[in-house]
């Protein structure tokens, strides 16, 4: 197994009430920058590998940017906010992202239950069974993304799929060449399922592993008071998972609001005249696809704002909560 | 908080250099030509690779006998990631090849992204050149200059199973309402069969439906393009197409879905009375378990008798701009797209020659070729030729209009309607 975890690992970091003596002595003039110089070589390496990218997204986004432009075949203009206001005035912009919205969160909240519902399960099973259950949720987790959709989408074949011939098979007439990507949502509800398939087992084991770490006194004293399962983990454990709960929510909102290969595969680039599409797909399409680099950087910039206010207003709310982070 | 630090020490970076514009790249024509060295030299590469193989080498051993200490080398890149492979040579010129197979419908946003050479000097000096068919080197030009040389084209006909259609009762469809009749009457007959496989997302099968009624994509006025799918006849044209994908022809739930190369697996599987195919698939067709059963026509016409304006697909061989070497990389590609090489990648390949006189000597010999050459003779039609249509093409808007259609989602005047101010808009952008 990957994850090596110690034997009991404490949630809450215990605070030291008074500074360690150690620390005081040290606060020097030169002393003062000290840590800048340790946090050096992660801010360069950030610097480089993330805020140089995002700050040429940004750049892009304000410039007329396409194929003629980047190879120097038509003057580059620089445009403001252009980009920016095209998307707004475009009602297409809009549905994909209230299409994105819906998906993502439908994704979301699947994955973080049936993740939660089975680590609470695994630990109630006999050793074999669960490690039997983990060896097949990670083989799901491993497999690729674009395997996984194609492999999914094979199964739900209309004519040669075997889920429509067991649908059949057991006497539903009306699944016989029923296309699963013919109505919007229909479409939806099946990449849905395939990511909630390949993303549950991460939350599953993280859970798990959170689980394990609560010590079984403060289990054994609740089931002695009489607090039933779902009692015990709604009033004991979630409490005490808070942290990684956090942690395995936004891992999971950023990583469902940034499906590409699922909706591309599985509805060949965004739908039936486009009714499946994304932002992250209709990003791909624009800037890539169409070469509007200008306007596909717009659409990467409108993301990325996106998630951080999600994340950040995800926070918020949970230290409004009085959590501490 | 650390975080928040660390976000104004990067607005910091980013404000110090918002200055500086977006990288760009220079394709200026190259002032050298050199007589020497490696002429690097990009094909596509195909499913069965070893016959395009063999012509090619063939022709570069001839090539480098009469060329002293010149070498041609090819690399094969695949079709599916063309896209990205010729951007990254427009946006690096130092890593773009000297000559290139590239798709006829490509061609527009290569020649705006000014990535490909003016040959239509060299087309006009070249002997053989004088025979190539007009209609399809209209293909290869934009204001008048050519940027390519056709090396081969592809036509789609009507495919049908000649068992089917006799047990169906019905003869071979000689006008379009036939079709849509017998595609019908074979669906009665069959009810687990497909009448006619057509796709919504088949644009090239449904292209010659919209020609046929008199309709158009676009017109072009001046170098300017305007949507024409609102006409009338356009109307008429998308109408008659998207009336095969009803529940007694061909399933909106199964063929909305569906591209050119679906539908037609559909008739190879033995699972369609009749198919809009290709040159191209005759090979897979004759192939398959009802080879003695099927026969090929032309897509018919409006009236009977006449044939639809088919669309000119094909590949052309250019010439990059950035080459060090123009004129060994125009005598390679008239070598390469010679008639003795068009014949052998025909006899290899299939391909269908763009030399009016090849196809000729080639229809008397191969008479399963003749159905496409006389689709070639009545008249092909293209694709708008302006870079903006690889956008249109990017966006689906085109395809899109026929699914909203067969799904139900719109009516024919108003996806109709739509489109055309969509695309209008993607024009005008230019």
């Known amino acids: 197994m990957t994850l090596q975890l110690p034997a009991k690992p404490s949630l809450q970091e215990p605070k030291p009430a008074t500074p360690s003596p150690r620390r005081t ?17 992660a801010l360069i390496v950030l610097i480089a590998l993330m805020g140089y990218p995002l700050f040429q997204l940004v750049n892009v986004s304000l410039y007329d940017y396409r194929q003629d432009q980047v190879s120097g075949n038509a003057p580059l203009d620089f445009i403001g906010l252009e980009n920016y206001r095209t998307l ?67 199964l739900f074949d209309p004519t040669q799929g075997l889920i429509n011939k067991m649908l059949a098979g057991i006497g539903l007439s009306q699944f016989v060449d029923h296309s699963w990507t013919y109505e919007k949502w229909s479409a939806f509800g099946l990449v849905a399922s395939e990511v909630v398939w390949c993303s549950f087992p991460f939350v599953m084991v993280t859970v798990y592993a959170g689980i394990q770490a609560i010590p079984t006194e403060v289990i054994e004293a609740a089931r002695l008071d009489g607090a039933s399962m779902p009692r015990i983990f709604s009033n004991i454990m979630l409490p ?8 395995v929510t936004i891992q999971s909102i950023i990583w469902n609001f940034k499906i590409f290969s699922q909706i591309y595969i599985m509805t060949s680039g965004g739908g039936i005249a486009g009714q499946n599409m994304v932002l992250n797909v209709y990003g791909y399409q624009q800037a890539f696809a169409a070469s509007l680099y200008g306007l596909g950087s717009a659409l990467g910039v409108i993301m990325t704002v996106l998630l951080l206010v999600i994340t950040l207003v995800y926070l918020r709310l949970l230290k409004r909560s009085g959590e501490v982070l | 908080m650390k975080i928040s630090r660390m976000l104004a020490v990067a607005t910091l970076a980013a404000l110090a250099l918002t200055s500086c514009a977006p990288p760009t790249s220079n394709n200026a024509a190259s002032t050298q030509d050199d007589k020497t060295g490696t002429l690097r030299v990009w094909l596509f590469s195909e499913v069965n690779q070893d016959p395009k193989s063999a012509v090619v080498n063939a022709t570069i051993k001839e090539f480098e006998a009469t060329h002293k200490d010149v070498k041609v080398d090819v690399q094969y890149i695949p079709v599916d990631t063309r ?53 399809v080197l209209a293909t290869t030009a934009l204001d008048g200059k050519n940027y390519g040389v056709p090396w081969f ?30 595609a019908r009457a074979v669906r009665a007959k069959n009810p687990g069969m497909l009448g006619i496989s057509v796709g919504g997302k088949a644009q090239f099968s449904a292209m010659p439906y919209l020609w046929a009624h008199g309709g158009a994509i676009a017109a072009d006025t001046n170098g300017t393009f305007s949507s024409k799918l609102d006409t009338p006849e356009s109307q008429a044209g998308i109408a008659a197409y998207t009336n095969l994908m009803k529940d007694d022809i061909c399933p909106a739930q199964t063929c909305a879905e569906f591209g050119g190369n679906a539908s037609v697996q559909q008739f190879i599987a033995g699972k369609a009375g009749m198919t809009i195919g290709g040159d191209f698939n005759y090979k897979a067709i004759a192939a398959s378990e009802f080879k003695d059963k099927f026969g090929v026509v032309p897509v018919p016409g409006v009236e009977a008798g006449s044939i639809a304006p088919a669309f000119a697909g094909g590949n052309n061989l250019g010439v990059f701009k950035s080459s060090k070497k123009s004129t060994l990389s125009n005598e390679f590609v008239q070598a390469l797209a010679s008639k003795k090489s068009q014949l052998a990648m025909f006899d290899a390949m299939g391909n269908l020659p763009t030399f009016t006189d090849v196809q000729k000597s080639v229809a008397e010999e191969n008479p399963y070729v003749a159905p496409f050459i006389d689709t070639i003779a009545a008249g092909t039609n293209f694709v708008p030729i302006t870079s903006t249509w690889s956008t249109v093409d990017a966006k689906g808007l085109f395809t899109n209009m026929y699914q909203q259609v067969v799904t139900g989602k719109a009516d024919v005047p108003t996806a109709a309607k739509d489109t055309t101010a969509a695309m209008n808009k993607i024009f005008e952008a230019k």
């Open chain 1, 25 to 41: 002595k040290r606060r020097g003039g030169v002393s003062r920058f000290e840590h800048w110089l340790y946090l050096a070589p």
């Open chain 2, 153 to 182: 084209v592809g036509v789609r006909a009507l495919y049908f199973r000649t068992d089917i259609l006799k047990a169906a009762g019905v003869e071979v469809p000689k006008t379009m309402a036939e079709i849509e009749t017998a």
């Open chain 1, 88 to 154: 707004m005035a475009d009602p297409e912009f809009w549905q994909v992202l209230a299409n994105t919205v819906i998906f993502a969160s439908a994704c979301v909240i699947l994955t973080l239950v049936t993740g939660s519902a089975l680590a609470v399960l695994a630990t109630r099973l006999r050793p074999w069974v669960r490690n039997t259950l983990f060896a097949v949720s990670l083989g799901a987790w491993a497999t690729p993304a674009v395997t996984g959709s194609a492999v999914w989408l094979f």
């Open chain 1, 240 to 247: 005490m998972l808070r942290p990684i709960v956090i942690i």
């Open chain 2, 83 to 135: 896209a990205e492979k010729f951007k990254a040579a427009f946006n690096d010129p130092s890593s773009a090849p000297d000559v290139a197979e590239y798709g006829n419908t490509d061609l527009a946003s290569y020649v705006a992204a000014g990535g490909l050479a003016d040959i239509t000097s060299s087309i006009k000096s070249w002997d053989e050149g004088k025979d190539l068919d007009p209609k």
